[in-house]
């Protein structure tokens, strides 16, 4: 009887409960599908972003890198300023010692001239003396003695030669000089190239030369038939400069470590090589057997102040200027090609028209 009751009950009790869960199904769908749609849009947000802010990093990067080049350029800027006050100011200098030089030694090389030939004409009349008075008075002949006369007569011409190739080397130099400090010429001129590599050489002569501790410096000369080429004389002037002051200073570095017999059998020196290209470009070549460069440092070389001189020896500019004149200014190639512990080679191409 207790069954008979309930049979008809628990169907409709189920039924209920079927409807009151399936509500609650399709409730938590709902949510589920809410919350769903939440997540995709806080997704969307997110990943947005992410844009954003990669977005904002390359232009950070973009940015950062903009002023890393104009801090690079402000650099080169300053160290041209410098360098150009700084030749334009040694340029001045220079030209006023070698005129203030020139006029004294035009004195000496024009006079020197006349005192030769006094000289000669007093020895040819002492001699004429002599041969027709043979015995001359006592006085005379002890003054003879006493002057050494016929050493004075040797040593008199001499003296007189050594003198006229001093003044006469004097002149080489002060003309070296006031060709080099031509800086300020701000016209494009056709020069002749190996006139200004052997201007520069003879300012550097002191440099090359046999010392105590090292022989010369070997300079040889392998000059092609440049003609004239157009340039800026005195500022291709200061890349020869630049260029040959390294070459000497790196061969000054090997030589550091080595006695004066070792320096000997292998000797410092400095190759210069001109040819044209193609009829149009001009390429100087400059090689000397000194340090070598490493293939780290390269790359360097041409970045304003760099250096791996001691304070107060390299500046780490001449490279830098020496590219600006090169590439900017001449519209050419300067290249650098070396072995470490072997030597260095330095290119200049420039047209040979502007
Ligand atoms: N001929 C060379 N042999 C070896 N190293 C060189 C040579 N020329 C340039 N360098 C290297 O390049 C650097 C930069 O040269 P530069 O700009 O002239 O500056 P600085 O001579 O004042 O150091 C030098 O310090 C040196 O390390
Ligand atoms: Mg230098």
Same mark, same amino acid.
């Given at each position: ?16 409960? &079927? ?8 409730? !938590? ?13 806080? +997704? ?21 890198? #903009? ?9 080169m800027?300053?160290?041209q300023?410098?360098? &150009?006050?700084?030749?334009? *100011? ?7 010692? *070698?005129?203030?030089?020139?006029? /004294? ?11 030769? +030939?006094?000289?000669? %004409? ?11 008075? /043979?015995?001359?008075?006592? +006085? ?6 006493? @002057? ?13 030669? !050594?003198?006229? @190739? ?43 030369? *046999? ?10 000369? %392998? ?22 002051? &390294?070459?000497? #200073? ?22 210069? !090589?001109? $040819? ?7 390429? @100087?070549? @400059?090689?000397?057997?000194? $340090? ?10 041409? &970045? /304003? ?18 590219y600006q004149i090169i590439t900017e200014k001449h519209r050419g190639?300067l ?9 260095? #080679? ?9």
């Amino acid at each position: 009887m207790y069954d008979n009751q309930d049979d008809p009950i628990q169907p409709k009790s189920l039924e209920k409960e &079927n409807r009151v869960l399936n509500k609650k199904l399709e409730r !938590s769908e709902a949510e589920r599908r809410l919350l769903e749609t939440h997540i995709a849009s806080k +997704e969307y947000l997110l990943k947005k972003v992410i844009c954003e802010l990669q977005e904002s990093r390359q232009e950070l990067e973009q940015r950062s890198r #903009e002023l890393e080049n104009t801090l690079h350029r402000l650099h080169m800027v300053q160290g041209q300023m410098i360098q &150009n006050e700084k030749m334009s *100011a040694l340029g001045q200098m220079v030209a006023g010692i *070698a005129h203030e030089i020139n006029n /004294p030694v035009g004195f000496i090389y024009g006079n020197l001239r006349h005192i030769t +030939e006094y000289t000669h %004409d007093l020895l040819r009349l002492i001699q004429l003396y002599h041969h027709y008075f /043979p015995n001359p008075p006592a +006085e005379i002949q002890a003054e003879r003695q006493a @002057i050494d006369l016929e050493f004075l007569e040797k040593d008199a011409i001499k003296v007189l030669k !050594s003198m006229s @190739i001093g003044t006469e080397r004097i002149r080489d130099i002060v003309l070296s000089l006031r060709n080099f400090s031509r800086l300020d010429e701000s016209e494009l001129k056709a020069v002749d190239l190996h006139e200004g590599i052997d201007n520069t050489l003879m300012i550097l002569q002191h440099r090359l030369k *046999a010392t105590e501790k090292s022989p010369e410096i070997e300079v040889i000369r %392998d000059y092609g038939d440049l003609l004239l080429v157009e340039c800026y004389a005195g500022q291709i002037n200061q890349v020869f400069m630049n260029i040959l002051a &390294n070459a000497i #200073e790196a061969i000054e570095e090997v030589n550091l470590s080595k006695s004066y017999q070792e320096i000997q059998t292998a000797p410092g020196c400095i190759k210069i !090589s001109t $040819t044209v290209v193609d009829s149009h470009w001009a390429k @100087i070549a @400059i090689a000397d057997n000194g $340090t070598g460069i490493s293939p780290s440092i390269q790359t360097q070389i041409f &970045n /304003p102040f760099f250096t791996t001189k001691p304070v107060g020896k390299g500046t780490g500019m001449g490279m830098a200027i020496s590219y600006q004149i090169i590439t900017e200014k001449h519209r050419g190639k300067l290249e650098v090609f070396s072995t470490p512990g072997a030597g260095t #080679e330095f290119v200049v191409s420039i047209p040979v028209h502007q």
